[in-house]
Nanobody, 123 residues
């Protein structure tokens, strides 16, 4: 069993930056692929990025967002730069068993989810 807890969300002006953290409990964190998703009001949950054997980004965040992980701290991060109002959403981290070399785009493939953290970007 893995529990995920996100933090770092908040209100930021357009062009600003935020760093989200996702702390994982449980064992063998390094063997899990980690993803970030987001969900805006009235919209479906949207893939943002995945880190497994390699890293994938949604086109909408490529060049602005960076995923990283510190296995010693059981934590994955999402550095978000040049934020836009359209980045406003609840951001979720998720874990899937195995370090896949393909991107895991579908939320249904993930085994564990955090509770989400709100990111609001004002114009």
């Amino acid at each position: 069993q893995v529990q995920l807890v996100e933090s770092g969300g908040g209100l930021v002006q357009a062009g600003g930056s935020l760093r989200l953290s996702c702390a994982a409990s449980g064992r063998a964190f390094s063997t899990y692929g980690m993803g970030w998703f987001r969900q805006a009001p009235g919209k479906e949950r949207e893939f943002v990025t995945f880190m497994g054997g390699t890293i994938y980004y949604a086109d909408s965040v490529k060049g602005r967002f960076t995923i990283s992980r510190d296995n010693a701290k059981n934590t994955v991060y999402l550095q978000m730069n040049s934020l836009k109002p359209e980045d406003t959403a609840v951001y979720y981290c998720a874990a899937v068993r195995g370090l896949y070399y393909r991107a895991i785009y579908s939320p249904d493939e993930y085994d564990y989810w955090g509770q989400g953290t709100q990111v609001t970007v004002s114009s």
